[in-house]
């Protein structure tokens, strides 16, 4: 619900060393960067996401000579669940 993992392939590297780079922006305040993530391997987790809240992925491959084309991804967050309330009498509630 407020966490998510990214896992890729790497592709050829060209002969140099190669890292990546995941960039999260918040759906409703595109502009801001929720999460710029380093690595040198293809794979991130991250954590503390709005549940409720969609987010676009940007995860790319750089090294000396430059970084390759951006793969755009939107992950969408799990609400939190419904709190379900019963009264003696058997009836549900529920709280939205």
Request: charged content about 25%; proline content about 6%.
């Given at each position: 619900m407020t966490s998510l993992t990214v896992k890729c392939i790497d592709g050829f590297n060209g002969g140099l060393p190669q890292s990546f780079m995941l960039e999260i922006k918040d759906?409703?305040?595109?502009?801001?960067?929720?999460?710029?993530i380093t690595s040198p391997v293809?794979?991130?987790?991250?954590?503390s996401l709005t549940p409720g809240s969609v987010y676009t992925l940007a995860v790319y491959a750089f090294n000396s000579?430059?970084?390759?084309?951006?793969?755009?991804?939107?992950?969408?967050?799990?609400?939190?669940?419904?709190?379900?309330?019963?009264?003696?009498?058997?009836?549900?509630?529920?709280?939205?």
């Open positions: 759906l409703n305040s595109y502009q801001e960067i929720k999460s710029n293809p794979r991130f987790s991250v954590s000579k430059g970084r390759s084309d951006p793969t755009i991804l939107n992950a969408a967050m799990l609400r939190m669940p419904e709190k379900q309330l019963t009264s003696e009498s058997g009836e549900y509630y529920f709280l939205l």
